[in-house]
C-alpha cells in the first residue's frame, strides 16, 4: 500500500514534483480537468439553482479509474494542483469523483515548486477553499448560458456555426470600435518648425545644437509667415534650466506585463508566452504565471540583493516593495520571478532561455537603485518674435536600473528620441543659425490593437483576469472574428519650407505611412456579429457590465456572495432578451448593406454575410430570376466596399474560346483569379489582368501548367493505377489513396518495383498508425 498520493493535473510538473519527495510518495496527473460540463446539451439545471451537470469525457474514464484505484490504496491523499480559481475547482472535481474521504484528504498549495516550497507545503495542508470553488463555477455557469442561449441566435440571424462568449465579445467590441476609429480618423495638418545652430564648444570648433519651435503652426502661411521673420532675426540663449531627475524601475512582472512586454520585445504571442512560462514554471525555474500581484517574497529581495551586490556591487542595490492597483488582484500572492535569484541563465530550448532572461532582469532591476539622470532645457529666444525656440538634452549621472533593464512600449509614435549631452551655453550667448525648417505633419490614428496591448486595454477595463487572457485572445481569432495582420500604409506628400543663406525653399516630399504590422483585424464576420450583439444583447456588450461580472466573481472568492443569486439576476433580465430577438423579424440579414442599383438589370445591389464568408449580390430572393452572388476578394470588406467595386467582381467569369474541344474561361476564386480548362485550374499569375487575358495567353498558361505537373510525375503502374511514384517539394513519394508514402534516399524511386512500394506503404503505414495512437494530453481548461 502506498503511503502517500500526490495528484497534479499536469505530468512535467508530477515528474518535478516527485524529485523533491521521499519513497512514502507517489505523484500522479490528473492532465488538466478530469470533468467538465457536456459539450453538446446545456448543461445547466436552471430550475434547480443552476446546478450544473458535469460528465467525465470518454477519453478520461480510464485515468479516472486509474486513480481511483490508486486512492484507494493510499493512507492520504494531497491534492496539489494550482492555487488559483481553476486549480481549486480541479481539486474539487478529484474529491468529488474519486470519492475522497475528508478525513484522509489534504488540500496544498505552493507558488513555485522548488524542494524548500513543496516542503513547506506539505507541513501545512488546508481544506478545499469552497468559495473559490463556487467562483470558477459561476463563471463557467455563465460563460456556457450566454454561449448556449446566444449562439443559436447567431446561426439564424447571421451565420450557421457562429459561436458567441461573454468576454470574447467584449473583447472583439474593443477591435472593432478601434477599426472605425481608424477608418473615420480625418488627419490635420499642422507645421513643425525645427532649427540648428552652429555654436562653439570648449575645444574651441563648432557643434550642432538642434532646437524645435514650443509650438506647431497650423498653417502653410503661418510657417512662411515665421521664416520671412527668422530672416533677420538674432538668436539669444533665454534661459538654460538644468535639474536633476530619477528614473524608477517597474515592478517585477504580473501575468499581463508579462505578456505586454514578451509580445514587443520578442515578438511572443499572448498564448505562446502563457505555453513557455507554464513550460519554465512546472520545471522549477519560475514562480506561478498567473498572478496580478507585484509582491516579491522576502527570500526574493534577499537573493536579488545578493546577486546584485555579486555582479554590480552595493551601490546598485534599493530593495523595495510594490503594490498592486489592479482592481480584484486575487490570482496568486507574488509577482512571476525566477525560483533562483543567483541563476541568470538557464538550460533549456531558446524560447525558454529568452523569456527566462526577460523575468531575471525585470526582477533584478525592480531591486535595483534608481537612475540618475541630469536633464537640461535651453529656451532661444528670437529677436522680432515672442516665439521661442527649446533645445533640451540629458546626462546619466548613475545608470543604476537601466545598467539591466529598460520597459518596451506598444506604439512607436510613444518612443523619445535618445538625446545627448548639450554644449555648454550661457544666457545671453548668441547662436549662429544654420537652417531653419518648417516640416508639414499630420495628425495619426489612434495604432489598431496588437495582442500586448490589447490585454492592457482589458486588465485597464477590468475585464477578465490572468488566466482569461491567453485564450480570449486565441478564441477570437480561432472564430474568425479577428485576425492578425499588417496594413501596407500609404504614400503621402508632404511640404517642407527650408530657411538656409536667408533664402526660403520650398521642397515636397515622400513618405510611407499608415503602415501597421501583427495588429489585430476585425473581419467582416467579426463586424457584423458584433453590431448585431450590440443592438440586441447591448448589456453583455457593455464593458462597465463586463468588469462588474469580474468583480462579483471576486467577492464570490472571498465569500461574500452566494454564486447563485449572482446567476438568477443576470438570468432574468438576459432570458427574455433571448426570447424577444429570436422573435424579431428583419426585412434585412444582419450586417447587409444596400450599395445601389445594378445599370444592366436595374436590380438592387447588396453586400451581406454569405454561408460561406462576405459575397457581393445582385437582385433579392423576391425575383423571379435567382440573385446572382460573387465573393468579395480578400482586401475587400463590406463594411468599405463601394458599388463600382462590387460591379467589377460581376465582370467574371468570363469565357475565352475553346482548346482541345474544351471552353477556356476566367473565373476569380477565394485565392484569387484562375483559368478554367477540361476540369483543371490555373493560377493567373499576379500582375496580369483577368478582365484582359486573351485565350492565346490563357492557353500558355494552361500549357505551363501541364508541363510542370509531368515534371512531378516519376512513374505508375497499370496493375494499380491509384499508386504513383511523384517528385515533391520535400523529394520522391509514393502517392496511393490518397496518402503520400516517403521514399527513402537510398532507394531509387525510378526503379521502384510494385512490389517494393507495397511493402514501403506496409511497413510506414503501421508506423503512422503506432503515432496514431491515443495519448494523454494536459490541457487546462481555458476560461472564457
Known amino acids: 500500500m502506498q503511503k502517500n498520493l500526490v495528484i497534479v493535473e499536469s505530468p512535467a510538473k508530477a515528474k518535478t514534483i516527485e524529485k523533491f519527495l521521499g519513497k512514502d510518495y507517489k505523484v500522479l496527473s490528473s492532465y488538466g480537468h478530469i470533468r467538465d460540463l457536456k459539450k453538446k446539451v446545456f448543461s445547466i439545471d436552471v430550475e434547480k439553482g443552476f446546478k450544473p451537470i458535469y460528465e467525465i469525457p470518454a477519453d478520461k474514464k480510464k485515468l479516472v479509474a486509474e486513480l481511483k484505484a490508486k486512492a484507494s490504496e493510499a493512507e492520504t491523499v494531497w491534492l496539489a494542483s494550482d492555487e488559483d480559481r481553476e486549480g481549486e475547482a480541479i481539486a474539487w472535481h478529484l474529491a468529488e469523483v474519486l470519492d475522497l474521504k475528508p478525513e484522509h484528504t489534504k488540500r496544498i498549495v505552493f507558488h513555485e515548486i522548488t524542494k524548500p516550497a513543496i516542503l513547506k507545503a506539505i507541513e501545512h495542508p488546508r481544506e478545499i477553499d469552497y468559495n473559490l470553488v463556487n467562483a470558477q463555477q459561476a463563471r463557467r455557469v455563465l460563460d456556457r448560458i450566454v454561449g448556449f442561449e446566444v449562439s443559436p441566435i447567431l446561426w439564424r440571424k447571421v451565420k450557421p456555426a457562429l459561436s458567441a462568449g461573454r468576454v470574447q465579445s467584449v473583447a472583439v467590441r474593443l477591435i472593432v470600435d478601434r477599426e472605425r476609429e481608424v477608418l473615420s480618423f480625418k488627419s490635420e495638418a499642422s507645421y513643425r518648425v525645427t532649427a540648428v545652430f552652429q555654436v562653439p564648444d570648449t575645444s574651441g570648433s563648432t ?215 548639450l554644449p555648454k551655453l550661457n ?13 508639414e505633419r499630420f495628425t495619426q490614428h489612434p495604432p489598431r490593437y496588437t495582442e500586448a496591448s490589447l490585454v492592457h486595454k482589458l486588465e485597464e477595463l477590468g475585464i477578465g483576469r490572468p488566466s482569461t487572457y491567453a485564450p480570449t485572445i486565441s478564441t477570437i481569432q480561432l472564430r474568425g472574428y479577428v485576425q492578425r495582420g499588417d496594413k501596407p500604409g500609404e504614400e503621402r506628400t508632404y511640404r517642407m519650407h527650408i530657411l538656409q543663406h536667408g533664402e526660403i525653399k520650398d521642397v515636397l516630399g515622400k513618405e510611407n505611412v499608415g503602415m501597421e504590422k501583427s495588429k489585430l483585424l476585425p473581419t467582416d464576420i467579426g463586424m457584423v456579429v458584433n453590431d448585431f450583439l450590440t443592438e440586441f444583447f447591448p448589456t453583455i456588450m457593455d464593458y462597465n457590465f463586463t468588469a462588474n461580472v469580474e468583480k462579483q466573481f471576486d467577492e464570490i472568492a472571498e465569500g461574500e456572495t452566494q454564486w447563485t443569486s449572482i446567476m438568477d439576476d443576470f438570468y432574468k433580465d438576459f432570458h427574455p432578451q433571448v426570447v424577444n430577438t429570436l422573435a424579431t423579424k428583419s426585412e434585412h440579414k444582419a450586417g447587409e448593406r444596400i450599395l445601389g442599383t445594378d445599370p444592366v438589370s436595374g436590380k438592387p445591389v447588396s453586400v451581406k454575410i454569405g454561408r460561406f464568408g462576405p459575397v457581393a449580390q445582385i437582385g433579392s430572393v423576391e425575383d423571379a430570376e435567382k440573385p446572382r452572388f460573387a465573393q468579395l476578394k480578400k482586401n475587400m470588406s463590406i463594411e468599405t466596399i463601394t458599388l463600382e467595386e462590387a460591379l467589377e467582381l460581376f465582370k467574371l467569369p468570363r469565357t475565352l474560346g475553346e482548346y482541345e474541344g474544351n471552353t477556356v474561361s476566367v473565373g476569380a476564386g477565394r485565392f484569387g483569379p484562375y483559368v478554367y480548362n477540361a476540369g483543371s485550374y490555373t493560377s493567373i499569375p499576379k500582375g496580369v489582368d483577368p478582365l484582359a487575358i486573351s485565350l492565346e495567353e490563357a492557353i500558355e498558361l494552361i500549357r505551363e501548367k501541364r508541363e510542370a505537373d509531368a515534371k512531378k510525375h516519376i512513374k505508375s503502374f497499370e496493375e494499380e493505377p491509384e499508386m504513383e511514384i511523384m517528385i515533391g517539394r520535400f523529394g520522391p513519394y509514393i502517392a496511393y489513396k490518397g496518402t503520400n508514402y516517403k521514399i527513402p534516399k537510398s532507394l531509387d524511386p525510378q526503379a521502384l518495383t510494385l512490389d517494393e512500394c507495397k511493402e514501403l506503404i506496409a511497413k510506414q503505414g503501421s508506423e503512422k498508425a503506432a503515432e496514431a495512437k491515443p495519448k494523454r494530453t494536459y490541457r487546462r481548461k481555458a476560461t472564457k
Open 427 to 439: 544666457v545671453g550667448q548668441v547662436l549662429t543659425s544654420d537652417s531653419i525648417c518648417a516640416t
Open 207 to 421: 557643434v550642432e545644437l538642434k532646437a524645435e519651435l514650443s509650438r506647431r503652426l497650423k498653417t502653410e502661411k503661418e510657417a512662411i509667415q515665421f521664416l520671412e521673420k527668422c530672416k533677420g532675426a538674432t538668436f539669444t540663449i533665454g534661459d538654460v534650466t538644468t535639474r536633476p531627475q530619477k528614473r524608477y524601475p517597474a515592478p517585477p512582472f504580473t501575468t499581463s506585463n508579462l505578456q505586454q512586454e514578451a509580445a514587443r520585445r520578442l515578438g511572443f504571442s499572448v498564448s505562446q508566452t502563457m505555453m513557455v512560462a507554464q513550460h519554465l514554471y512546472e520545471s522549477g525555474k519560475i514562480t506561478y504565471m498567473r498572478t496580478d500581484s507585484v509582491n516579491l517574497s522576502q527570500l526574493a529581495i534577499h537573493g536579488s540583493c545578493k546577486a546584485i551586490k555579486e555582479t554590480m556591487g552595493e551601490s546598485y542595490v534599493h530593495t523595495r516593495q510594490f503594490s498592486t492597483h489592479t482592481k480584484g488582484a486575487q490570482e496568486a500572492h507574488e509577482a512571476i520571478r525566477p525560483t533562483n535569484m543567483m541563476d541568470s541563465h538557464i538550460e533549456g530550448t531558446l524560447q525558454e532561455r529568452r523569456l527566462y532572461d526577460l523575468i531575471w532582469k525585470r526582477t533584478i532591476a525592480s531591486q535595483m537603485a534608481e537612475a540618475e539622470i541630469e536633464k537640461t532645457t535651453v529656451a532661444i529666444n528670437i529677436s522680432n518674435s515672442d516665439e521661442q525656440f527649446q533645445a533640451s538634452g540629458e546626462m546619466v549621472k548613475f545608470d543604476g536600473f537601466l545598467r539591466v533593464y529598460r520597459e518596451g512600449l506598444d506604439d512607436e509614435s510613444e518612443k523619445e528620441e535618445e538625446k545627448g549631452m
